[in-house]
């Protein structure tokens, strides 16, 4: 049987300059001035790609059970990391970089499982999920009452703007989460007074997020501490 063997501060420091190398090459391919170093950028992306490979072959080798490993979440991260390179054979430039969304949100998802606050908050959110589900639930019926209602007080004061039921859950939408873009705006009396109302509860559902999630980090603090 191997034993649990994980990898020295010195390794993981090293995985996080990739990744974080990973997250700068991204960025630089979007920049037009350095368009003639595409060739460069590419052969940087299969350098990162073999990276992500090797780390993934070391840590299926010293994991004491493997297939736990790789059906983990940061074991399916691992594996999303180097899945682009190997499923399209030919390297090819353009279709590679398609995937540049895919490899930004991976890239960013190898940092979050290597960064412990974030495992701290993804233990609140296991904490918090009977209250955070029913803040969702509230915010929903919030939503479509708000969205229905904006609806039918400015259709016809304003049936190009609020042309529909979807128009009205849009700005609901916009107006809870205290976005307000302003495409759409109410100008009835009775639209701004449910306008002020629906401010209002955004302001309190706000508050109430921040406050589940703050109590919740105090919990899964409290849970490592006790270990």
Not at 172 to 189: H, K, M, N, R
Request: charged share 15%; net charge neutral.
């Amino acid at each position: 049987m191997r034993h649990t063997s994980p990898f020295s501060q010195r390794t993981e420091r090293l995985v996080l300059a990739v990744i974080g190398l990973d997250l700068i090459l991204q960025t630089a391919e979007t920049i037009d001035a350095l368009a003639h170093l595409g060739t460069l950028f590419f052969w940087a992306d299969v350098v990162i790609w073999l990276a992500y490979t090797i780390e993934w072959c070391v840590r299926i080798r010293r994991a004491e059970d493997w297939r736990k490993y790789a059906f983990s979440f940061i074991g399916i991260v691992d594996f999303l990391a180097i899945l682009p390179l190997w499923a399209f054979t030919g390297f090819d430039l353009g279709a590679l970089r398609a995937f540049r969304l895919f490899r930004l949100f991976v890239a960013t998802a190898k940092l979050a499982t290597r960064t412990s606050a974030v495992a701290r908050l993804a233990r609140a959110f296991r904490f918090a999920v009977d209250e955070a589900g029913a803040l969702f639930a509230g915010t929903c019926i919030i939503v479509v009452t708000a969205g229905f209602g904006m609806y039918h007080l400015e259709n016809k004061a304003q049936p190009d703007v609020f042309s529909s039921v979807f128009d009205g859950l849009w700005w609901a939408v916009v107006t809870l989460t205290t976005v307000g873009y302003g495409d759409i705006q109410p100008v009835t009396a009775g639209g701004r007074i449910l306008a002020t109302v629906a401010m209002f509860a955004g302001i309190g559902v706000i508050g109430s997020a921040c406050g589940i999630m703050a109590d919740a980090l105090r919990e899964a603090a409290a849970a490592e501490e006790a270990g």
